[in-house]
């Protein structure tokens, strides 16, 4: 088992958070990429500290996140109309996070004229960023004494996305881009003082003549996340927060499933501290089960939120969202056994689960725990259509899947148990995980 330090790559994390956040929201596919990577090289040519330009970069990728709450089927243009409402939810969300509080800040008000922020009191934040010891050497010459940085006007970086959102979508798909800059730029410097603050209009102006930039904003932004992240490592902590993260993004897209990846994580957690799992296995159970829907995001709301009984081929296309949990997990390095936990979790012990139809042996015991956590949490909890359902009735439900081999008697039986203790948990992150998700949704109604 897993004893030596989990550690992942800054830069795999943040493509995982890439991909979750482009499946969503098809139609919004490379937006947040976009504007992230013009934001990013506005704060470059004002030659701003380094990690200033990352932290722009990252603010600029999770600007829309509060939208999560609007579902699939919202348009970029509907995103875009309620944009500033978005950016606060978006805050929300963030400040819950400790890795993410700096970014919150920048977040809250990347939708908000440049004049209004120059009536808002935000101090300056200090926030630990770079672990010196694993930079690349060319940088950490250049950074070295910036362990615990102080960003005097976090509201500059929030416009620099304000104007970096604005110009994205002024490109008009059907025109060639560098046919557009002059006309972009000159549209832009109507706003400057205004809405955008003037300095944030010459760091976009300085950029007219470098083609190079227009062109990947265009077309090749997708390397974003390979070339611009550094490639540090993470530790456990930070990698809990964000998979909590990615499940609330997973959880949200529906009502139906606003606290379904929180209730698991904390009952697979809880399972495996009583199953004898040590404190690193019990966090990477918990990071498991923040992302074993993963694939999810990409399951159409009708299928997600119908009340009744699925068709054979509505089954189908939900089956996917297994294998897309897998599929997606494999990108991160050093998620092996995380990615097994989390993406078997519909294998049966009888052979007769899916993806992969493993047997007894094969599968797992991480997995099986996550299997018998998923079913406890998804009858368990409320749902619009219906209540969670009783404890005797939770019990006797996962006795029969138990003696049907679908689910381990093992991990089953220490759950009826231990019931009290593993439904508190889950109870608890639930309720946490409903009030994020009513705020979210009160800000961006
Ligand atoms: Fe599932
Ligand atoms: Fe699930």
Request: hydrophobic share 55%; charged share 20%.
């Given at each position: 088992m897993s004893n030596n330090a989990l550690m992942v790559s800054q830069r795999?994390?943040?493509q995982l958070v890439d991909a979750a956040f482009d499946l969503i929201h098809p139609e919004v596919h490379g937006h947040h990429q976009q504007v992230g990577y013009l934001?990013?090289?506005?704060?470059?040519?004002l030659n701003l500290p380094i990690s200033h330009q990352f932290l722009t970069?990252?603010?600029?990728?999770l600007h829309d996140i509060g939208g999560a709450v609007k579902g699939q089927d919202i348009s970029l243009i509907e995103i875009e109309n309620i944009s500033r409402r978005v950016a606060h939810a978006s805050a929300d969300i963030l400040a819950d996070f400790p890795v993410f509080n700096a970014i919150s800040v920048i977040v809250r008000h990347c939708q908000t004229p440049y004049r209004e922020t120059r009536q808002l009191q935000v101090p300056p934040l200090h926030f630990p960023m770079l672990d010196i010891s694993n930079l690349p050497e060319e940088i950490s010459g250049i950074v070295e004494k910036v362990a615990d940085i102080t960003l005097q006007d976090p509201l500059f970086l929030s416009n620099l996305i304000h104007l970096a959102d604005d110009?994205?979508?002024?490109?008009k798909p059907d025109t060639p881009i560098l046919n557009q800059v002059d006309k972009i730029i000159q549209a832009v410097q109507k706003g400057a003082g205004d809405s955008y603050a003037p300095q944030a209009v010459r760091a976009l102006a300085s950029l007219a003549g470098d083609e190079c930039i227009w062109l990947e904003l265009v077309y090749s932004t997708d390397r974003i996340v390979e070339e611009l992240i550094m490639d540090r490592?993470?530790?456990?902590?930070?990698?809990?927060?964000?998979?909590?993260?990615?499940?609330?993004?997973?959880?949200f897209r529906s009502p139906f499933t606003a606290m379904h990846s929180a209730g698991v994580a904390a009952s697979a957690r809880s399972l495996a501290r009583l199953a004898g799992m040590n404190e690193q296995e019990c966090?990477?159970?918990?990071?498991?089960?923040?992302?074993?829907?993963?694939?999810k995001i990409r399951t159409p709301s009708e299928i997600l939120e119908k009340p009744g009984k699925l068709t054979p081929e509505?089954?189908?296309?939900?089956?996917?969202?297994?294998?897309f949990s897998d599929l997606l997990l494999s990108c991160v390095g050093g998620f092996n056994e995380i990615r097994e936990w989390a993406a078997l979790h519909h294998e049966k012990l009888n052979g007769k689960g899916y993806p992969y139809h493993m047997k007894d042996g094969e599968i797992p015991f991480g997995s099986q725990i996550m299997a018998v956590a998923d079913v406890f949490s998804a009858i368990t909890e409320d749902r619009p259509y219906r209540k969670g359902m009783a404890e005797e009735r939770v019990k006797s439900i996962l006795q029969e899947n138990a003696e049907r081999g679908e689910l381990s008697?093992?991990?089953t039986d220490l759950l009826i148990a231990n019931f009290d203790a593993v439904n508190t948990a889950r109870d608890h992150a639930s309720r946490e995980a409903g009030k994020r998700y009513f705020r979210a949704m009160q800000k961006t109604n």
């Open positions: 795999d994390l943040w934001a990013y090289h506005m704060a470059r040519a970069l990252q603010s600029a990728y110009v994205v979508l002024m490109i490592k993470v530790n456990l902590d930070a990698i809990k927060q964000v998979a909590k993260l990615i499940g609330m993004i997973i959880d966090d990477m159970m918990e990071i498991a089960g923040s992302l074993h829907d993963l694939g509505e089954f189908n296309v939900m089956k996917e969202h297994a294998f008697k093992l991990i």
